[in-house]
């Protein structure tokens, strides 16, 4: 059961912070918002990408600010699924039954390193480190293929924009707030590499986010509104993603549909009322929204177009904003999480779903193609 | 390693287990998502899920443990893999695992933080610099009995203080050598175990603890989070008397110091008493308390991998597959230890018991 939850608000710099300082911001919302101090925490959990700020076993030295000192900790670090890991493990920790009460917090500070110059080291160094492009090269392509897959013309990617900008303008905490009304305006924005636009990429962000998990005999006396965690999984890929120049989404299928069979979803976009899913680029939401099962190939980008995802319609993905307006990746995964957990609480302010929310469904991805997902319930 | 494990327990690759944990670092290998790597060859591939652990060795054990008691995973592969060799000089990124606004800017790196920790500990307890090196000796004669070690020798007590001062009174023979290796094993739950290995060995006690990272917040010359998680681990395993109980440890001395405070931090005697258990031959493999007969780290295990193999060697141990390196007796409990940090900010304690 999720009984605290809590983020910071998110830029490109946080001059104002060191490291430390910004995971123990994330760490004081999320014990805050439990109403608990560090003394209650039975077990710490936390997690970043290890080399993107320049730092060597980062855990540690915040370890000191979070209140982690004399207690259990564990430093879990999956690329960009870290912060869906850390809940994953959470969860593990407590349906253990070793541990009654622990926090998960993600944290990532890109400027004190070079993220892109560190992720680069992600391939081969015999195969195709030559030919690594970092992310946006990965996401030119994804995008290519999503147009040719699906037949979406060239303003898919920008009618997601729009809808994310609507979302993002309405969440105090996320990074990039800006004001892009139409899909004329999205379609302003330069090439990164066509038909992927700056405005359709992941921002690079500092922030932390933190949640606190806690087994339910002491959930009831803590937490005001619980929310109750369903399931969760992990799937992973082979590294050589671009084998025979074919780009799969196996990971991503096999990932929901394991996890909705487990907990007898038949119909996604009816039995579960909000998706906070992590997509580093606008294409990839709706390549991944098919890949997921919401909606059949192809289909994604007209109803997008219909307006269906927007957050007072049917199918509500990425109340938040989403990771194109947010990013600081240790946290990401966590977020979509936290703000899943904030939907079911009724508790999102003016990102508020207006459908009512009883089931919600998060995930994270990264590395060289991997995924995590979990399933929430407002009611046990 | 992923093939021999899987081998043993008489599994096939991506059949019969459902979660992976690997357990390495970036730094050392100089890639971002080492566990891409490390999880692919343990067969991650639209299988088994994987989660990447970035602490010692001894965490992924505990990790894998938990999985199994949530009941989210029956059967899990841990591994463990660090090039050490692949780095030309450790002491740059062990400074920056100093937090940056004090102690990185010292230039302090492990074997510093370690030589400040070593010197309390002299100091409080009255140890000479023979003491250290004393157990230097015993992990690299014990280390030539073991065929996965290269850092055996038969350096007596005055070879190992001529050697090179790194920081006093830590010198070139008293520091784990750079090493390249990986470990791997499999972990089930109690119903698949049977079906598995006739020779099970049971993990009884779990426990882990961070400290302070700013030294100057710690008693540098005690161990309280080494006490805390042994604490754990000896309550879960329902042990009273560790010192007595437990039959075999193998502890992760990154320094020949720490093999005699961890050894005071388990709990296993007085506080400045390990000296004089090592002096009289207490710790030797046929010893009263044998600890590291393996060889341990100073034997020659890379960091990340020490903790898992600490607990492969212990494990061993009890199910009588130690062949050289194993103790007078049978041990019915063994304990392995790791740490991680500087001057062992963060330790693992994992307790086992010999298979019914």
Aim: with cysteine.
């Amino acid at each position: 059961v999720i009984v605290g939850i809590g983020q910071t608000y998110h830029r490109s710099k946080r001059p104002d912070v060191n490291v430390a300082e910004l995971s123990a911001e994330g760490a004081r919302a999320a014990l805050t918002d439990a109403a608990l101090s560090p003394k209650d925490i039975d077990a710490f959990i936390v997690g970043n990408m290890e080399l993107f700020e320049g730092r060597y076993m980062q855990d540690l030295w915040q370890n000191d600010f979070i209140g982690a000192a004399g207690k259990p900790l564990l430093r879990v670090t999956t690329g960009g699924t870290t912060g869906g890991t850390l809940a994953c493990a959470a969860f593990e920790y407590v349906a253990s039954g070793l541990y009654d009460v622990v926090m998960a917090l993600g944290f990532e500070k890109q400027s004190e390193g070079d993220s892109r110059a560190a992720l680069k080291t992600v391939a081969d160094p015999l195969i195709n480190r030559w030919q690594t492009t970092g992310a946006i090269g990965y996401f030119s392509r994804q995008a290519r293929w999503y147009m040719k897959e699906a037949g979406a013309p060239e303003t898919a990617g920008s009618m997601v924009r729009v809808r994310l900008a609507r979302h993002a303008s309405r969440n105090p905490h996320a990074h990039l707030r800006l004001e892009i009304d139409s899909v004329d305006e999205a379609m302003k924005s330069p090439y990164l590499i066509p038909p992927l636009r700056q405005s359709d990429m992941c921002p690079a962000s500092e922030g932390a986010c933190a949640i606190i998990v806690a087994a339910e005999e002491k959930a009831s006396k803590m937490a005001k509104r619980p929310v109750w965690v369903d399931d969760w999984i992990s799937v992973h890929k082979e590294a050589v993603y671009v084998r025979g120049g074919r780009h799969s989404t196996a990971d991503l299928e096999m990932a929901a549909a394991k996890l909705f069979e487990r907990n007898n979803i038949q119909k996604p976009m009816e039995d579960i009322s909000v998706a906070e899913i992590y997509g580093p680029a606008t294409w990839a939401e709706l390549e991944w929204l098919e890949a997921y099962g919401f909606c059949e190939k192809g289909a994604a980008w007209q109803l997008e177009e219909k307006g269906y995802f927007h957050l007072d319609s049917h199918f509500p993905v990425n109340p938040s904003g989403g990771v194109v307006c947010t990013n600081p990746i240790g946290a990401t995964g966590l977020i979509r999480v936290a703000e899943a957990a904030i939907q079911l609480r009724g508790d999102a302010g003016d990102h508020q779903i207006a459908r009512k929310p009883t089931k919600s469904f998060s995930s994270a991805w990264g590395g060289s193609g991997w995924t995590v997902a979990h399933l929430l319930s407002a009611q046990k | 390693v992923v093939e021999e494990a899987l081998k043993k327990a008489g599994l096939t690759f991506r059949e019969g287990y459902d979660d992976i944990v690997t357990c390495s670092s970036d730094h050392w290998e100089g890639l971002t998502l080492t566990d891409i790597r490390h999880g692919e060859v343990a067969g991650a591939h639209l299988g088994p899920g994987e989660e990447k652990v970035c602490h010692d060795g001894a965490n992924a054990v505990l990790f894998g443990c938990v999985k199994i008691l949530s009941g989210h995973a029956r059967v899990v592969v841990v591994t463990s893999a660090c090039k050490e060799n692949e780095v030309l000089n450790p002491s740059v990124i062990e400074n920056f695992g100093f937090d940056a606004p004090y102690q990185q800017l010292l230039g302090l790196d492990f074997t510093q933080a370690g030589a400040l920790q070593a010197t309390c500990y002299m100091d409080r307890c009255g140890l000479a610099r023979e003491d250290f090196a004393r157990a230097a000796v015993k992990s690299r004669r014990a280390a030539r009995d073991n065929p996965f070690l290269q850092g055996g020798g038969e350096a007596g007590v005055e070879e190992v203080m001529a050697s090179q001062m790194l920081a006093y009174p830590i010198t070139a023979m008293e520091r784990k050598p750079a090493c390249d290796g990986a470990c791997a094993m499999v972990l089930a739950c109690e119903e698949r175990a049977g079906a598995l290995t006739d020779r099970p060995v049971w993990i009884v006690g779990i426990g882990n603890c961070c400290d302070f990272h700013n030294l100057g917040d710690r008693d540098l010359a005690e161990s309280r989070s080494l006490e805390n998680a042994a604490r754990q681990a000896y309550q879960m395993a329902g042990i009273r008397n560790p010192a007595a109980e437990i039959g075999v440890f193998e502890i992760g001395a990154h320094y020949s110091y720490q093999s005699l405070m961890w050894i005071e931090g388990l709990g296993l005697c007085g506080k400045g008493e390990a000296a004089g258990l090592l002096r009289d031959g207490h710790l030797e493999r046929n010893g009263r308390m044998p600890v590291d007969p393996s060889g341990g780290l100073l034997g020659g295990v890379p960091r990340y991998v020490a903790g898992s193999n600490s607990v492969i060697e212990a494990a061993n141990q009890l199910c009588g597959e130690a062949g050289e390196v194993a103790v007078e007796g049978r041990p019915r409990y063994a304990l392995a230890h790791g740490t991680s940090g500087p001057a062992g900010q963060h330790h693992c304690v994992i307790v086992m018991k010999e298979g019914e």
